[in-house]
């Protein structure tokens, strides 16, 4: 399933704070600042998509393990309109995922 996917590796991150019985899900800064152009620039948000979905859909949208640890990086995939974020697809993955990590040595150049 990974294998389909184009994922960018590309230093976007999100910080877990530890509340008590919850853990609040925030993205980081984007490194690409959410510039037009940049790979996550989403027309229908006018910015980072990757923080966008991070926002509004917190983990729903990590496909792989989360270890407790205060920043993770991670990989994500968009698929889908350019101009409607509903419409899009993402997914992310923490590149310390033992299978995502697999994959990404496989391929690494
Ligand atoms: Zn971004």
Known sequence: MIKEMK???DGHRLLLTVNKSSIDISPSICP????TGSPCYHEGI????VNYFIN???L???HGTVAASETLEVAWS?????WDIDLVEFSMIPVND?????WLSSVAE
């Open 56 to 58: 509004v859909y917190g």
């Open 32 to 35: 690409h600042g959410g510039v």
């Open 98 to 102: 033992p299978n995502f990590a697999d």
């Open 46 to 49: 006018n910015g980072c998509a």
């Open 7 to 9: 994922w960018n590796v």
């Open 60 to 62: 729903e949208t990590n």
């Open 78 to 82: 968009m698929d889908g309109s350019q």
